[in-house]
């Protein structure tokens, strides 16, 4: 509806207009009010992930809950990957993050290496070892790691 407007206010305005130099500075003034007015919606039809409120912009907490999801899941596998090219199979690693939308925070990992298998012939602590590739692939703090089994 709005184009329509301005459009008619456009051609409106080039009907009263004469052949002066000062016309060609109003015709480009209202070409440009135009050309905002066909623009305007773009952004709108363009952005993902983001909505508009109030004239602000918001988060979409579905998207940001699936991203952090993912995240997580990303880090297990890595972790996974890490211990086993370190030795260290059937390790389960679970991430515990925090479900809030603003971003990606681990609280923390939970180890199970009840079954755990390794490939090395030495005596080890294992779960010295297993949290320091854990910590580091995660970059977290020894704390946020827990065991269980």
């Keep these: 509806m709005s184009v329509a407007g ?11 207009l004469t052949d002066s130099p ?3 500075f109003i015709r480009g003034i209202v070409g440009f009010f135009v050309l905002l007015v066909i623009v ?4 709108g039809l363009l952005k993902q992930g983001v909505a508009s409120v109030g004239g602000g912009i918001e988060l979409n907490s579905e998207l940001m809950q699936t991203i952090n999801a993912q995240t997580a ?12 090219a370190a030795g ?16 990606f925070k681990i609280k923390g990992i939970f180890v199970n290496a009840f079954g ?18 854990v910590c580091a ?11 269980a089994g």
Aim: charged fraction near 20%.
């Design 6 to 16: 301005i459009v008619v206010v456009g051609s409106l305005v080039e009907i009263l």
């Design 116 to 133: 755990v298998l390794i490939r090395s012939g030495q005596t080890i602590d294992i779960e010295k070892e297993v949290t320091k590739i």
């Design 88 to 103: 260290f199979d059937n390790v389960i690693i679970t991430i515990d993050y925090d479900q809030a939308v603003t971003g």
């Design 22 to 24: 000062i016309s060609k």
């Design 40 to 43: 305007q919606p773009l952004p």
């Design 73 to 84: 899941k990303a880090f297990e596998t890595n972790t996974q990957n890490a211990l086993s």
């Design 137 to 147: 692939v995660c970059n977290v703090d020894d704390g946020r790691v827990m065991y």
